[in-house]
């Protein structure tokens, strides 16, 4: 039996309404949900819909949803950025973690939240990936998958122009290797290969437009000799 951890994300967004769909539209036999959020945001939602409503019948009558409420608040706003709701989607997110690092839920599935929300409430994050690399006191890797497609980002959540003053061999091999390890363990893949794009038009030109790809360049050749096929 797996356990998930689910934060709801922003209570003002889609996210309580992607999970109570997702859940009631296909849920595995072997697998239990932890469902972090604010119960009287799905109790508004019953009132108004009917897939909210049955949702609510579901969690009351079967065994395998828990809905754990991070807060007490009541009447949030919807569509409107507001601090409450980030304060509930930061706590939401925490309460998540928390399940995983005492050993209750065995992995996290984040619901959308406002980045803005979230800093009016007094948290300095950028995104889910860096609450998750502070909160697990590990590097990350952001990895973008659908069925065969797989893209592991070198960089997250910064603007265009902070780029190339971002990367570093270092950081670039750190990403190979998460990658590596994440299409092998996780993905089944015996013999992973990791194409590499650059960043610069042309891959740079030979130094023409731009020559952080001598730096992505050095990255896979050390990752080559470490059996990285990139």
């Known amino acids: ?31 239990r ?13 019953s009132e108004r819909f009917g897939w ?4 609510i019948r579901e969690i009351e009558s079967r065994n395998f949803i828990d809905l754990i409420s991070v807060s007490d608040e009541k009447n949030l706003p919807v569509g409107k950025i507001d601090v409450r709701c980030g304060e509930v989607a930061y706590r939401s997110i925490i309460a998540a973690i928390e399940s995983v690092k005492i050993g209750d839920s065995d992995a996290i599935i984040t619901a959308p ?14 995104g889910h990936t860096e609450i998750l690399a502070k909160e697990f006191d590990r590097p990350v890797t952001m990895m973008l998958f659908a069925r065969n497609f797989r893209v592991s980002l070198a960089t ?3 603007p265009i122009k ?11 091999l750190g990403h190979l290797h998460r990658t590596h390890s ?3 363990n996780w993905f089944g893949i015996s013999n992973p290969k990791i194409g590499v794009l650059g960043l610069n038009p042309h891959a740079g030109e030979n130094g023409d437009i731009g020559d952080e790809e001598t730096i992505i360049s050095q990255a896979i050749e050390i990752a080559s000799k470490e059996s990285i096929e990139a």
Do not use: N, R, W
Not at 115 to 126: E, M, Q, R, S, T
Not at 162 to 172: C, G, L, R, Y
């Open 1 to 31: 039996m797996i356990t998930l951890a689910i934060s709801c994300g922003d209570p003002a967004g889609i996210g309580y309404e992607i999970i109570a769909k997702s859940i009631l539209h296909y849920h595995p036999a072997d697998v």
């Open 33 to 45: 949900y932890k469902i972090f959020g604010v119960k009287s945001v799905f109790d508004s939602l």
């Open 52 to 55: 909210a409503k049955k949702f």
């Open 113 to 126: 939240i406002s980045k803005k929300a979230i800093h009016l409430a007094g948290y300095d994050f950028a």
């Open 156 to 158: 997250t959540h910064i």
């Open 162 to 172: 902070d780029v190339a003053s971002s990367i570093s061999v270092d950081s670039i």
């Open 182 to 184: 994440a299409l092998m």
